[in-house]
């Protein structure tokens, strides 16, 4: 292991980043805690399938070896808490440290490794022990940064580092033996102009954020954790605000922190609630006309009708004899974690779900603590690299200047925010001023309107005459909320009112402890009104003049938009789940393509060989080589069978997947080699299923005809 650079002597950084790059000496198990088929310990995995090494568990290797030099006398304890932190403290870590995961497009590969028990004295194998596991391959390679807050503690950090000889799970038995080559960053010099697109305008000015998350959030949506820890499907505006006060805190800021905190001109914080989309270049390009939103309310769906238990089959029984519930059923609420999105206005809105994973986690503890019962628990985390869209509203141009120069590194993506628990990494990728020509999405009122829609696009906290949470959204709350006037009030009517409410929790850091819990109405919540046109407006103006209602706007809280009632109809969201992952393509091709395989077509072992050949292509080129390879030995004696399979239909329809993404691949190079990397394992997945699904339940008595 090679050490860091050390830093200039003349100009001393505020952060440091160090790369590390690791590749495997020998196999590697790095579990995820759960099992799949005949596979009792699975690899852990990142959202596009390939193998990863979550952050945390090398934070723990390097705390492991900061606590073994501490006992030799070469670190001392506070040194290594200032440097990874102390459990139950408020010393921070000074490091953060990111996933070890695949470059894009490197190969690698996944065995499965079979042990079992052995008998203390014939060392034979003991009964019903035998476990099937899921190794990394050896000469695996894998990457990962880390930015370091307090360049003082290098080399502490690089003692630490020379000592992790091995990751993942086995590691006194010889596993996941690394070489890591560990060095300093170059030093970026210091930004003359901020990373932000446009300039703010005169009077209240709109900072539109793109954000990715570099690695897997947790935003706990409890205050008393269980064994499983649930999770908001999006980043409310309280920890997006906590995020950048953490940043500047970190990095000793502590007055950039306090304007962010001011209870009189702090910028105001929305939710960031996630895209549907992958693609950080399409989302860059259309940041001016993105619109996210929770689903209202009253858009509801039709249940399935409940399965007949008369016996007969469907085309038997009468139209009259369906029961009353089939012809009743009550429609379904859309879910907490679905949203609507379109790209711009001319388009439709399209209704997804967030993909949230959940991550099983082993506390067993460290040296420094004691107990024998491992803590088992599983964590619900948004997948990485979800994009994220929020806004920071400030009240003059001269604050948002302010806050542009304060925060100028990490606005142009140059450092880390941290989010949720444990601090997930997420990176800004774009920022850019929003023009007062956008469309609105408080005020239609250009036609007549026949009614009127308040939705709420955030949680809105608000109380009653008694201090009480208000729990129902009415015209009355309106009415107090914005200062409507109650004589033009008493003009209109509530034709439908759809709300839910939810409980807010939070920390209370003066006490230490959890924040009493509020009572908000649920976004997506809608008030439909009808009256006469001017009581109408009127309505309309007032919520326009309020930005935000209720309590704790500046956390993102008390968002609304108006819209016309027949604005609706134009509104109508596209079927949900836009999304289709790679895997479910590639299996749906292959299905479609078992008809390219006539029968009594090759054996089963001559499948299987196929199969595994193809899952070990680290190419595109060899996937097609290898079907070549089929191809020519079609034409001999001994290859008779594979005369039975399409193969030139196979090669069209690698050509075909590749070609179904090249428009994504329109990005930096970065982008377009993850995108090459998709391409391979779709293509990889198609060509294994394909084989998989048509190989014979049972070879012939009379051989298997080799692997051809």
């Known amino acids: 292991m090679t050490g860091a650079g050390t830093a200039s002597a003349s100009v001393k950084p505020d952060t440091q980043r160090f790369s590390l790059s690791v590749r495997l000496l020998e196999d590697m198990h790095s579990g995820s805690g759960s099992t799949v088929h005949e596979l009792d310990a699975v690899q852990q995995r990142d959202r596009y399938g390939n193998p990863v090494v979550r952050d945390r568990h090398l934070r723990g290797l390097l705390r492991e070896e900061g606590y ?50 052995r008998r203390s004295l014939d060392r034979g194998p003991l009964e019903d022990t035998l476990r099937l596991q899921e190794h990394v391959a050896a000469h695996t390679e894998f990457a990962a940064e880390m930015e370091l807050l307090d360049p003082e503690l290098t080399p502490l950090l690089e003692r630490c580092m020379r000592r992790v000889s091995a990751i993942g799970a086995n590691r006194t038995r010889g596993d996941g033996t690394i070489l890591a080559k560990f060095q300093a960053l170059p030093e970026k010099a210091a930004p003359t102009a901020c990373g932000v697109t446009g300039e703010p305008e005169a009077g209240t000015c709109r900072l539109r954020l793109l954000i990715r998350a570099e690695e897997p959030i947790c935003m706990a949506n409890t205050a008393t954790p269980d064994n499983v820890i649930p999770t908001e499907c999006y980043v409310r505006g309280q920890a997006v605000q906590g995020a950048f006060v953490s940043w500047a805190l970190r990095r000793g800021q502590p007055v950039a922190a306090a304007q962010l905190l001011a209870t009189e001109d702090a910028p105001e914080f929305s939710n960031s609630y996630p895209l549907p989309i992958l693609d950080p270049v399409g989302a860059q390009a259309a940041m001016q006309s993105l619109d996210v939103r929770p689903v209202p309310l009253d858009t509801m769906t039709s249940k399935p009708p409940p ?56 506390d067993a503890g460290h040296s420094q603590r004691t107990g024998d019962e491992q803590q088992l628990y599983t964590v619900e985390e948004i997948a990485e690299h979800t994009l994220f869209l929020a806004e920071i509203i400030f009240t003059d141009p001269a604050q948002a200047r302010s806050f542009e120069l304060a925060f100028a590194a990490v606005i142009e993506g140059k450092s880390w925010l941290t989010l949720g628990r444990g601090g997930g990494l997420a990176r800004i990728l774009k920022a850019e001023w929003l023009s007062s020509q956008q469309p609105s999405t408080r ?80 976004r997506g919540s809608v008030l439909e009104v009808t009256g006469p046109e001017a009581a109408l407006r009127a309505l309309a103006a007032a919520l326009s003049a309020r930005p935000v209602l209720g309590e704790r706007s500046k956390e993102g809280f008390g968002r609304i938009r108006v819209e016309s009632s027949d604005a609706r109809a134009s509104q109508e969201d596209k079927p949900a789940d836009p999304i289709v992952s790679l895997n479910e393509r590639a299996l749906h091709r292959a299905e479609a393509d078992r008809r390219l395989i006539e029968p009594n077509g090759p054996s089963r072992k001559q499948w299987t060989d196929f199969a595994k050949q193809a899952l070990g292509a680290s190419s595109v080129d060899e996937l097609n080589a290898l079907i070549g390879t089929r191809l020519d030995h079609a034409e001999k004696l001994g290859g008779v069978a594979w005369q039975k399979v399409d193969l030139v239909a196979m090669k069209e329809a690698i050509a075909d997947i590749a070609a179904a993404t090249q428009d994504m691949a329109d990005g930096p190079d970065d982008d377009n080699d993850r995108v090459a990397a998709l391409h391979l394992r779709e293509a990889r997945l198609y060509v294994v299923a394909l084989a998989m699904m048509s190989r014979p339940e049972k070879d012939d008595m009379n051989g298997d005809g080799g692997h051809g």
């Open 68 to 117: 073994a030099l501490v006992k030799m006398g070469a670190a001392t304890m506070r040194d290594v808490n200032r440097l990874f932190g102390q459990p139950g403290n408020d010393t921070r870590s000074s490091v953060l440290i990111s996933s070890l995961r695949l470059s894009p497009g490197v190969w690698h590969e996944l065995r499965q490794i079979a042990s079992t028990a």
């Open 307 to 362: 399965q007949s238990d008369s016996g007969w089959p469907w085309w038997a029984e009468s139209a009259s004899e369906k029961t009353q519930d089939e012809t009743a059923a009550k429609p379904k609420r859309p879910g907490d974690h679905e949203f609507l999105f379109r790209s711009n206005t001319a388009e439709s809105y399209t209704r997804y779900i967030p993909l949230i994973r959940p991550y099983m986690r082993n």
């Open 443 to 522: 005020d239609r009122s250009e036609r007549p309107p026949k009614g009127l829609r308040v939705i709420l696009d955030s949680d809105l906290i608000m109380r009653g005459p008694l201090l009480g949470f208000r729990d129902k959204l009415d015209l009355e709350l309106l009415a107090d909320a914005s200062g409507f006037d109650p004589e033009q009030a008493a003009k209109l009517k509530e034709e439908r009112a759809t709300f839910d409410t939810v409980e807010i929790h939070g920390f209370n850091p003066v006490s230490a402890g959890p924040r009493q819990p509020a009572i908000a109405l649920r």
